[in-house]
Structure formats: structure tokens, C-alpha cells
């Protein structure tokens, strides 16, 4: 019997990921209608650690349509729409092997309930998608990441709503009938179980138009739950060779203290978290998370073909990890507030704990759960970077990913089938949670400041000749000396 060796299989997939709402622009052009996202203002001088897009009101979101002076970054983004082919010449020369983009459904379907695409949108993402495979990348494409048309918020209070399951299966037909000849990895739900964080990005209800949120939420995620099945029975008709993923974001939690209870509550904790990725891939609620719903007043309304529909099951697991937490029995099963940042572990400057261990831990605690090909679909470092002399030395974040690489090439020698590695982002765009320009992840810098001030030249960055010679070597350069 012989043991894995470190490093990554020749099929290894490097690759970038960004999301349509972050980086095309365009908000008003080619027939696209506004999104959930668009409606994200930028708020100058606010504590970096508590930066993040919550709830939203109904009130809030019509300021937002009409006000005269605030500046909503996403609605620009960092003009990929016009400037695709540019940028992916560019990442292409980084190494990039796979692209992962989304396609906007406002872009697609403006209002969202429309019976039939926009002609315009459906060319758009026909000549990006080309360009992708023009430049020797795989795509990857995710169909919901945070670009609900807004008008399903208004008048549907989105996916509370049950009737968005068709909208949204429209939407997926739509794009698996377009593009399916030329993408075979799809993601249906971007990080489907971060409703804590992103609740009105990710769902579209209002905070202020019902009486139980966190029961709206779950109510909510049921109607992802069976949209997601149902594309992927679809998919399996129109090609066998379309894959359909579930993507989490990884929320691991290790518990406070020596505690059994402490450990206890943490583990329920982490279930919490992953129960989505339990329903899809293995085609049924499990038992912990209705004994939660239970003991949490939460009754999801389902319809008698919900079971049989959640049993056509994804086919791989994918996920975002950036950092890891603590728990501890007395916030645990709060559904607002279950976990703690850990003092022992540094953090970015958006106090997001740096644990590269913990990336090979949920990697094997995945594979182990549900033995499907993995795929890490985000994984990177904000920070802000200084222009000097035409120049950015960003040694930090070189250390950043190549420690986290390095936890991949481990977890592949305990045994792990991880298919495919995205960083986030391989080009700056702008943030999801704080809306910052500034707060930067690219090997490529962009050059927009916070209030979209700048000409957008593109510098490659340090880091962008380093992750050259990381997939030239299929990452056998960080492993030299070990």
C-alpha cells in the first residue's frame, strides 16, 4: 500500500473567481434591470470589522432608486462588461486554467417573472463565455449570486415567496439550453447557507414587511433547496455530462473550551451550517436540523413533490473559506450570533481570522461526510494595496494563498479528491460586504478608489508573476524544501 504524495493531480484545476454583480457594471445597459445589488451603497468611515450588507427595507430600497448623491459601487463595478476580453488576456497570462463567473438574472430577465430572456444579456454572456474557452479556461458558472432582479423583492417579497422557484427554474433552463455545450460545471446558489450575513442579497425579503425573519429565511432557503434539485433532474435530461454543485460558505466553528458542552453545541453549530449541502447531496432533510426547527418555532411549508424532488442530488461540493471561528455552548444555537472571532489566530485588517489548517481540517471533514469531488470556489485575502513607483509589492497576500495552497496539497496526500482551487478574486473588483474598491484581492490591481474615482488601468500586481510560476509547476514550487 503506498501513500498519497503532496502536491495536486495533473488535471488540477487553478483557477479565479468573481460574481457579475461585483465587477460588469452596466447597470442600466443592454436591457438589464436592477438587482439586489445595485441598491448596495458605499458608507465612507465605517468600522471595517462591521461592514456587511444585512437586512434591507422596503423604505431603504426606494431611497436607494432615487437618491441624487449616494454612490452604489456595484452599479459600475469595474466595467467588466465592456472590459472582459481585456482582463481575461490578462488573467490568462496569471495561469488561470478555470474562470468562475455568474450570469445575472437581471440581466437576463429584468423584472425576473418574465416568460422570455432578453436578447441583448443572453448575446452578452455568449460572447463571454466564448472568450473564457477562447482563452484555454474551463468555466464555471454560478446562476444566483446576489443578483435577484429587485423587482421580486417589491412584488413577490422574494423567496419566501414559492412562486420564485419557477422564476428561477425558467432562468436556469434558459441558460443550461443557451450554454450548456460549452459549460459543464455549474453552481445553482452562491453560498446558499449564508443567510445571516447576506439575507437580502441572497433572498430578497424585506426586513420590515414580516412578522418572523429568521422563519421567512428558512422558509425562503426551502424554495433554494427544491430550485436547486430541480435543476439538476433537468440538467441530467438535457446532457449527462452537465455537472450541478452546492456551494456553502465554510462557517467552521472549534469549540471554546475542553468543555463537553462546549463541544457539543459547537458540533450542532457546524451542522447548522452545512445542513443545506445534507439536503442536496444527500436528497433529504436530516434529522438535527428538523429537531432544530422544531425547538427554534420554525415550520417550513412544503408541498407533497418536495421529497421526491429533493432527491435528485448534486453531483459535487464546492465552497468558500476564508476563515475560521469559536463557539461555545451559550451562543451555539443562536441563530444571529454563533460565534466569536478566535484571539489566537491573526486576522486581516477586516479582523477575518487567518487558518490555513483549518482549510485542510474542512476539507477532509467534507470529503469524509459526503464523498464528492471538491472544489474550493473562493479563497483569498482583502487588503489595501499601494501603487509605488508603478508597483505593488503584495507579499502578504503571496503568503496568504501560498499557506493555503499548501493545506490543499495536504489534505489531497490524506486522501481528499479536491478537483479545482479559485482564488477571489484574481482581479480587483469591488466588495460584497463593505462595497469597497479598496478593500482589494486581485492579483491584478484595478484602479477605482472607493468613490469610483480613477481611469481603471489594470497593473499586475506581485503576486500575479508568483501565481504564474505556482501553476506552471502545478504547485510543486511550494513544496521545494519540505
Not at 183 to 193: A, D, E, G, S, T
Not at 337 to 346: D, E, Q, T, V
Not at 405 to 413: C, F, L, M, S, Y
Request: proline share 4%.
Amino acid at each position: 500500500m503506498s501513500s498519497n504524495k503532496i502536491g495536486f493531480p495533473k488535471d488540477f484545476l487553478w483557477g479565479g473567481a468573481i460574481a457579475a454583480n461585483q465587477a460588469e457594471g452596466a447597470w442600466k445597459e443592454g436591457g438589464k434591470g436592477a438587482s439586489v445589488a445595485d441598491i448596495n451603497k458605499f458608507v465612507p468611515h465605517k468600522d471595517l470589522s462591521s461592514m456587511s450588507n444585512k437586512e434591507m427595507t422596503r423604505e431603504k430600497a426606494l431611497f436607494a432608486l432615487q437618491d441624487p448623491i449616494g454612490f452604489y459601487p456595484k452599479r459600475n463595478g469595474i466595467d467588466f462588461y465592456h472590459s472582459f476580453k481585456q482582463d481575461l488576456a490578462l488573467l490568462r497570462e496569471a495561469g488561470i486554467k478555470t474562470f468562475r463567473t455568474s450570469i445575472s438574472w437581471a440581466r437576463l430577465f429584468p423584472n425576473g417573472d418574465e416568460s422570455e430572456a432578453c436578447a441583448e444579456g443572453l448575446l452578452f454572456y455568449d460572447n463571454l463565455i466564448d472568450e473564457i474557452i477562447r482563452n484555454d479556461m474551463v468555466p464555471l458558472i454560478t446562476l444566483s449570486h446576489y443578483e435577484m432582479p429587485l423587482n421580486l423583492a417589491f412584488s413577490y417579497n422574494g423567496w419566501k415567496n414559492r412562486k420564485l422557484i419557477d422564476f428561477f427554474f425558467n432562468f436556469a433552463k434558459t441558460c443550461l439550453n443557451r450554454y450548456h455545450d460549452r459549460v459543464k460545471l455549474w453552481i445553482p446558489f452562491n453560498q446558499i447557507n449564508l443567510i445571516r450575513h447576506e439575507s437580502f442579497n441572497h433572498l430578497g425579503i424585506f426586513q420590515d414587511s414580516e412578522t418572523n425573519l429568521v422563519q421567512d429565511k428558512f422558509q425562503g432557503i426551502h424554495h433554494e433547496l427544491i430550485a436547486s434539485a430541480k435543476i439538476k433532474r433537468y440538467a441530467q435530461h438535457l446532457n449527462s455530462d452537465i455537472k450541478i454543485g452546492v456551494m456553502l460558505y465554510s462557517d467552521f466553528a472549534y469549540p471554546e473550551s475542553r468543555t463537553p458542552e462546549d463541544n457539543i453545541a459547537t458540533y450542532q453549530r457546524n451542522q447548522y451550517e452545512i445542513y443545506y449541502a445534507d439536503v442536496l447531496l444527500r436528497g433529504k432533510y436530516p434529522g438535527y436540523i428538523k429537531r432544530f426547527f422544531e425547538e427554534n418555532n420554525i415550520t417550513l411549508i412544503t408541498e407533497v413533490e418536495d421529497n421526491e424532488i429533493l432527491k435528485n442530488t448534486a453531483d459535487f461540493m464546492s465552497f468558500s473559506y476564508y476563515n475560521t471561528h469559536l463557539s461555545n455552548a451559550s451562543i451555539a444555537h443562536d441563530v444571529n450570533k454563533n460565534s466569536m472571532r478566535n484571539p489566537s489566530l491573526p486576522a486581516s485588517l477586516w479582523g477575518w481570522s487567518i487558518d490555513p489548517c483549518g482549510l485542510r481540517y474542512v476539507l477532509n471533514f467534507y470529503w469524509d461526510r459526503w464523498q464528492k469531488p471538491l472544489y474550493i470556489t473562493e479563497n483569498g485575502l482583502g487588503h489595501f494595496d499601494e501603487v509605488i513607483d508603478g508597483q505593488i509589492n503584495d507579499d502578504y497576500r503571496i503568503d496568504y494563498l501560498a499557506s493555503h495552497i499548501k493545506a490543499i496539497g495536504q489534505a489531497i496526500a490524506d486522501g481528499v479528491e479536491v478537483k479545482g482551487y479559485y482564488m477571489w478574486s484574481p482581479i480587483d473588483i469591488v466588495s460584497c460586504s463593505s462595497s469597497q474598491m479598496t478593500k482589494r484581492y486581485g492579483l491584478v490591481y484595478v484602479n477605482y478608489d472607493d468613490h469610483g474615482v480613477g481611469d481603471g488601468t489594470r497593473i499586475p500586481k506581485k503576486s500575479f508573476s508568483w501565481f504564474q510560476q505556482v501553476v506552471n509547476t502545478n504547485g510543486n514550487n511550494l513544496f521545494a524544501n519540505e
